[in-house]
């Protein structure tokens, strides 16, 4: 019998495929779904969804306004590459939508309200105009 292996996020991986330093990815997946999830239930951001990017990429995608806010954990924190609707790239100074959230945090409800504070903030600031 094989001993499962433990995430970084101090759980066992039912996979059997994290390593100590990197989840498996279906492990993120599913921690995405959930944080998608807290996102549609607890904040009321019915249009919340999770995307495969490709390459194993997931991201959390929360529409605002004519903006697609993909969320994800490439660095320290979750932050956001934020797209039109139409398909095009934002050429913002700071195109990136940054949180306070570390991508270490397996929190899903605590992920979920750093996510919303973000895309509230900016759709506040994209109202301003």
């Known amino acids: 019998m094989t001993k499962a292996k433990v995430c970084r996020h101090e759980k066992v991986c039912r ?10 990815g279906d492990c993120q997946y599913e921690f995405f ?3 998608a999830e807290r996102l549609r239930v607890d904040a009321g951001i019915a249009d919340a969804y999770i995307e495969q990017t490709g390459g194993g990429i ?4 929360i529409p605002c306004g004519d903006y697609l806010l993909f969320f994800g954990t490439a ?5 956001a590459d934020i797209w039109k609707k139409d398909g095009d790239k934002v050429d ?3 195109r990136f ?3 306070d959230c570390p991508s270490t945090c397996t929190d899903a409800s605590a992920v979920a309200l750093a ?5 509230m903030a900016f759709d ?3 109202r301003k105009g």
């Open 33 to 35: 779904g959930d944080v």
């Open 124 to 126: 506040q600031q994209n």
């Open 92 to 94: 913002f100074l700071d």
């Open 75 to 79: 660095n320290e924190t979750w932050e």
């Open 15 to 24: 996979h059997g495929n994290c390593t100590a330093c990197e989840p498996c």
């Open 97 to 99: 939508l940054h949180t």
């Open 58 to 61: 997931v991201c959390i995608v």
């Open 115 to 119: 996510l919303t504070k973000a895309a």
